[in-house]
């Protein structure tokens, strides 16, 4: 099967089971304070996984752009990527374990028609909290699997879930392909790393939620929540060993080969997989309709790191840095078809590669001088105690070749090197790098320039909690304040909100007057002071377009979205949750507005206690 062959045949494989289909949902995740990417499809379903009503039912598939970067140092093997698409179905309250399993089995073995020999699939082992999941295992062998088929582990392999602190969670059997390799060991099984085994697809029964004080309480529905990895179900599909012998590598594959050879060099395949692979995650990136550009603080960082990542494999083989665009502009024709926006975006992604290009052309010799000068100074002291022969000296050998915070610091902070890209260069050479030490030069470095940092690059999925809700019926205040007082012609670029404060990023080409925005608080406080009810009606995309509403249209299979009215305030389509009447909202306050990227601005605001 061709990619978007796959990619229509196992939708259609579950609308025809009576799943509705939804569009992907944006990479950078909707008002929620604590992950940088969208890394799973069930991220823009937690709502409904914890009991709110879906407009579009009980059952639900898509194809997702994830972004998972806990993945970056092992790009370059076979199957792992930064980027990647996720199929996904999912039963919200509806099935459970036995007809997901089924449906799953069906659609390799039948449709797919893998053999059910090369299957192998896994299930929870139990702990203090949760019994063995002996009722998975048993449906497995109503399938047919061999004992040897079935293997069960614990809470590391076999538990999913929640994405940060609190959320939804559970056990659940994940399903892998076996290559028929030997196994390297008596212990081998799928989760051994040998090659042997790669994860497909994994089945999690989420019918529990984690609080935040760690225990666990049961959902009121029990709902299956399932991610096959697309390009690795396309690896073995398409008969291949590895994700970059598919159609959606060959293109970017061979333009690279070819450049390589006029440029008569040659580059390790490790380095020209990371290549393509880093391009096509940098495309999806600045691809996206919210438009991040690089920076220095969240999703911008990682793709500034990245971009550098390649710069400098770019360097290595002595190519031009061009290189990079045209790649980039390969993965644009590709993907095109597929995610419109990648096209309509296709000038703002190409013009940002090449300014970051740009940018960090001018300080990488000489940062890269300095990194080896300080990194030569390590070896070569550390070689000079080897010499002396002295055993004890051993281990302060090791310790000096170690490069410390302060100089990793340096080559960030002056020379622009991500701290990752600094690590990579001291492994290099043999030599480590204090993280310790750099977290706290850079955080010293974030107190005396008093940047608050809010970079997160762990943590769980939005509380969902009564105060979040009321920021974000906040933030829908404010939307349609700044389209008041600004103009129509304003639109949301991006939304965050912690229990603390929300964040929103919107289109307009100059900074906000203290005047206009003094308008905007005003407005926002006089709708609060109206004590409105806040509406929620489900109605069909075109119903939501005809009488007026504002908001992400990018739902293009939904048959029916929610649509939150604060009448005659605003009107948009929107997942909530929200507070009930603006009456709950208190003392509303814009403490920023800044610039965000490149046409758009940002603004933060709180909402402060009354003080009675
Ligand atoms: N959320 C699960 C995963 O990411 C299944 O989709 O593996």
Not at 67 to 75: H, L, S
Not at 231 to 260: A, C, G, H
Not at 416 to 425: A, K, S, V
Not at 467 to 483: G, I, N, S
């Amino acid at each position: 099967m061709t990619a978007e062959e796959l990619r229509r045949c196992y939708v259609g494989f579950f609308t025809e089971r009576g799943h509705k289909e939804i569009a992907s949902a944006s990479l950078l995740p909707e008002n929620d304070p604590t992950v940088l990417f969208t890394t799973a499809g069930m991220h823009p379903l937690v709502p409904y996984l914890l009991g709110e009503k879906h407009p579009l039912g009980t059952r639900l598939t898509d194809v997702q752009k994830c972004v998972r970067t806990c993945d970056i140092e092992e790009v370059g093997d076979d199957s792992h990527l930064t980027f990647f698409e996720m199929l996904g179905n999912w039963s919200l309250g509806d099935y459970f374990k036995e007809e997901s399993i089924s449906m799953s089995f069906d659609f390799l073995t039948k449709v797919l028609q893998i053999p059910m020999e090369r299957l192998a699939v896994t299930a929870f082992e139990g702990d203090e909290r949760v019994r063995k999941d002996v009722e998975t295992a048993e449906i497995w062998r109503r399938k047919g699997l061999r004992e040897d088929q079935i293997f069960y582990y614990g809470t590391d392999e076999n538990w999913w879930g929640p994405v940060g602190q609190t959320g939804p969670c559970g056990p659940d059997t994940e399903i892998f392909y076996d290559f028929g390799k030997k196994k390297c060991s008596d212990t081998c099984g799928p989760a051994c790393h040998c090659g042997k085994y790669v994860e497909i697809w994994n089945n999690v029964f989420m019918e529990y939620k984690k609080e935040a004080d760690g225990s666990l309480t049961e959902l009121t529905q029990k709902n299956v929540d399932t991610g096959m990895g697309f390009e690795r179900i396309l690896t073995i599909n398409q008969s291949k060993t590895n994700v970059y012998d598919t159609e959606l590598f060959i293109p970017v594959m061979t333009v690279l080969s070819e450049i390589l050879s006029e440029n008569e060099t040659n580059m390790t395949m490790r380095d020209k997989r990371i290549l393509c692979e880093h391009t096509r995650a940098t495309c999806f990136i600045l691809g996206d309709d919210k438009h991040i550009a690089p920076s220095n603080t969240e999703q911008g960082y990682i793709v500034r790191r990245l971009i550098r990542r390649m710069i400098r494999i770019l360097k290595k083989a002595g190519l031009p840095n061009d290189t990079l665009i045209k790649l980039a502009e390969i993965i644009i024709l590709q993907y095109q078809e597929v995610y419109e926006e990648i096209g309509q975006n296709g000038p703002f992604i190409l013009e940002q590669m090449k300014n970051e290009s740009e940018l960090f052309s001018k300080t990488l010799d000489a940062g890269l001088k300095k990194a080896e000068r300080y990194l030569m100074e390590r070896t070569v002291q550390a070689e000079d105690v080897q010499k002396k022969g002295e055993q004890q000296k051993k281990e302060q050998r090791s310790e000096l070749k170690i490069l410390s915070g302060a100089l990793a610091f340096k080559l960030y902070d002056t020379y622009g090197f991500p701290i990752e890209f600094t690590c990579e260069l001291a492994e290099e050479k043999g030599c480590l790098v204090d993280l310790e030490g750099f977290q706290a030069c850079f955080l010293e470095h974030q107190e005396k320039s008093r940047q608050g940092s809010e970079a997160k690059f762990k943590g769980g999925l939005a509380d969902h909690s009564v105060q979040t809700a009321r920021l974000h019926t906040a933030t829908h205040l404010l939307h349609a304040a700044l389209r008041q007082v600004l103009g129509e012609q304003v639109q949301q670029r991006g939304s965050n909100i912690t229990a603390e404060r929300l964040r929103f990023d919107f289109s307009h080409p100059v900074k906000v007057t203290k005047d206009e925005l003094a308008r905007v608080e005003d407005l926002v406080n006089s709708a609060i002071a109206k004590k409105r009810d806040v509406i929620m009606t489900e109605m069909t995309v075109e119903e939501a377009k005809e009488k007026g509403a504002i908001g992400l249209f990018e739902n293009k299979y939904a048959e029916k979205v929610k649509v939150y009215e604060i009448p005659d305030f605003s009107m948009e389509i929107c997942g909530g949750p929200h507070a009930g009447n603006t009456g709950e909202l208190t003392g509303f306050q814009i403490i920023k507005e800044e610039a965000s990227s490149s046409g758009v601005r940002r603004i933060k605001a709180v909402l402060r206690e009354r003080s009675e």
